[in-house]
């Protein structure tokens, strides 16, 4: 995370907010509402949550994942939590933290929160988002998506996240950890093009 920071501010734009989230605190709330086996075609929903709104999510949820929709509803409530970092942290530690891979999320979150602030990165530049999902089911802990403040519609700028355990499936390496990040380059340059002459 700090890594995007810097990139982006050493490209001279400064107008941009990092979004974070965690997978197991996703998967964590889905444990709750008893949705674990479907937490995949769950989470891809969840995924399109800014291109086609909650009432499509929730159909998508409740047409392809089985779900009723009082599940449907209950996820899209927890995912639209609001306030500052902390606020939602001290939300997320009691919704959560009900199970043991929420708590270590919230936990993770926390750390990764606490560590961006000790590396410099303003608290109006990092939004935890719990509607970050990352529609790929190899994401298994922190998640990003980076956006430019003046110039939303373009969408993510710079997104990835952590996986474990993935490159295993190439090389006899087991419990390895990876962060994986993409910037959108054409998107992301455009977007620098407008911004600079704006």
């Known amino acids: 995370?700090?890594?995007?920071?810097?990139?982006?501010r050493a490209i001279g734009i400064d107008r941009f907010q990092i979004h974070i989230n965690?997978?197991?605190?996703?998967?964590?709330?889905l444990e709750q509402l008893g949705l674990s086996e479907h937490a995949v075609v769950i989470l891809r929903a969840l995924d399109k949550l800014a291109k086609i709104g909650p009432e499509k999510v929730a159909a998508e949820m409740v047409s392809v994942a089985n779900v009723s929709v009082e599940q449907a509803d209950?996820?899209?409530?927890?995912?639209?939590?609001?306030?500052?970092?902390?606020?939602i942290l001290d939300q997320l530690d009691s919704i959560a933290s009900q199970?043991?891979?929420?708590?270590?999320?919230?936990?993770?979150?926390?750390?990764?929160?606490?560590?961006?602030r000790a590396g410099g990165v303003a608290d109006d530049a990092l939004k935890l988002d719990v509607s970050i999902a990352r529609g790929l089911d190899y994401y298994t802990g922190t998640i990003v998506e980076t956006f430019l403040s003046d110039l939303p519609e373009i969408g993510s700028v710079c997104s990835g996240g952590r996986y474990d355990d993935e490159l295993g499936r190439f090389v006899?390496?087991?419990?390895?950890?990876?962060y994986w990040g993409v910037f959108g380059t054409g998107s992301f340059t455009g977007g620098a093009g407008r911004t600079e002459k704006d």
């Open 22 to 29: 965690n997978r197991q605190v996703l998967s964590g709330l």
């Open 99 to 116: 199970t043991a891979t929420g708590q270590a999320g919230v936990e993770r979150l926390r750390a990764v929160i606490d560590g961006a």
């Open 172 to 178: 006899h390496q087991a419990e390895t950890a990876w």
């Open 74 to 87: 209950q996820v899209l409530r927890w995912s639209s939590l609001t306030g500052s970092n902390d606020q």
């Open 1 to 8: 995370m700090l890594v995007i920071h810097q990139l982006i």
